[in-house]
């Protein structure tokens, strides 16, 4: 028997899952259940879950627009740590749920709600990160995760509770169960049906943000990224706002098919599970920051940087955005970021998103220093002999033990 709640905010995507949930929550809890949208960017038609939101008795619905909170507070920090999970992923799910999760709690306080509730199942990532985030913003708040309590065990229950309440199903849901798609402007995930088999190749219709690369054009296209601190701040010399720049580059990218990855990754729960992500504009970002980091970061800093990634990357996969060790690491990396300004220039051709050229008024690179011929900077060849042999003393030390020596 469930606890007398007064009343409980759902993130809500009004799609056919949450509505469910919805009639759910309402009958087995008998309270008014506020809906709350995440415009991130997704594609999706917002008003369409208003409607069904709506028709199914909600009287509070928010729908609010968060492109540019997510991408300015969540994406760019995570960038300047040049994130990647596992070596490969953009974590394009993963940074959106904290984001959700603070104003799913900020809603709760306003209108004194007693608890959330969310539409994860639970084998995902996504239900960690959103009850982490709860737990850590406001412990008091119960959270309903309607897929670990709910009695409905199949694909055919779940349509016939929706006939039973009039629910409307998407023609190309009551059959085979649909593919389960992720978007935001970061990325597109998909993943079950085929998929859910790695020996199977990925059809081509799943993709939705790119083209395949061997179909891109054969011209490559040219773009200029700026960066201040450690952000994007321009595209080809236009200051834009960080949604704008993303989507714009999402645009370019998905034309030259950039940003395609069939990934079998690790979840946190314990399994591996298979997703095919899109993150045409991320990928251009990374290579770019990478590209402007290259000549205004100390090496013993960028490589410090690179250890510390993958712990931070992990963090965020794992649902720990708010949390002191993400803070921690989180003001390291900003500190790094302080004179990582200037343009990156990249050529985007079927699949890829190269560098081309990098420039900084804070760049540590030196000609001078480098060049073949003859600099303008002192630099003794000799000193190099001295360097090599105090490196070298502890090797021939331990050769010598090791008996590694002509006789």
Not at 154 to 181: C, M, N, T, W
Request: with cysteine; glycine share 8%; net charge negative.
């Amino acid at each position: 028997m469930a606890r007398k709640i007064g009343k409980i905010v759902l993130a809500y995507s009004g799609g056919l899952d949450t509505s469910i949930i919805l009639k759910w929550l309402q009958e087995t809890y008998g309270c008014e259940v506020v809906t709350f949208t995440a415009d991130l960017g997704q594609r999706e038609e917002l008003e369409t879950a208003r409607a069904k939101a709506k028709m199914l008795g909600v009287r509070d619905i928010r729908i609010v627009d968060l492109r540019e909170e997510f991408v300015g507070d969540f994406v760019f920090p995570m960038l300047r740590a040049n994130t990647v999970y596992e070596g490969q992923y953009l974590l394009g799910s993963s940074i959106a749920r904290p984001l959700i999760a603070e104003h799913l709690v900020a809603i709760a306080r306003e209108v004194g709600a007693d608890a959330v509730a969310h539409g994860s199942t639970g084998k995902g990532n996504d239900q960690v990160r959103f009850e982490l985030a709860v737990n850590a913003l406001d412990p008091s708040l119960e959270v309903i995760a309607p897929w670990r309590q709910w009695d409905i065990r199949s694909r055919a229950q779940l349509l016939e509770y929706a006939a039973r309440h009039q629910i409307p199903v998407p023609r190309d849901k009551r059959g085979e169960a649909p593919f389960s798609i992720d978007a935001n402007l970061l990325h597109s995930s998909t993943e079950g049906k085929v998929l859910e088999d790695p020996a199977e190749i990925a059809p081509d219709y799943i993709y939705r943000r790119t083209v395949d690369p061997i179909d891109a054009p054969d011209q490559p296209e040219i773009v200029a990224i700026g960066f201040e601190n450690g952000d994007p701040v321009s595209l080809n010399g236009r200051p834009m706002t960080p949604a704008a720049l993303l989507t714009d580059l999402n645009e370019c990218g998905g034309r030259h098919g950039v940003g395609r990855l069939d990934l079998v990754e690790n979840r946190f729960i314990g399994m591996k599970s298979r997703g095919v992500y899109e993150t045409p504009g991320g990928t251009i970002l990374l290579a770019a920051h990478r590209g402007i980091e290259s000549i205004t970061l100390d090496r013993a800093a960028a490589h410090l940087k690179d250890e510390l990634m993958p712990r931070y990357a992990e963090l965020i996969y794992n649902g720990f955005w708010f949390s002191p060790e993400r803070d921690m690491l989180q003001a390291l990396i900003d500190r790094s970021q302080a004179l990582v300004s200037g343009e990156v220039t990249l050529r985007l051709y079927k699949g890829n998103a190269s560098v081309i050229s990098r420039a900084s008024p804070s760049s540590l690179y030196s000609a001078d220093l480098v060049t073949f011929e003859e600099g303008r900077v002192a630099y003794d060849h000799h000193d190099a002999e001295g360097f090599i042999r105090l490196n070298g003393l502890r090797l021939r030390n331990w050769a010598a033990r090791n008996g590694r020596h002509r006789s």
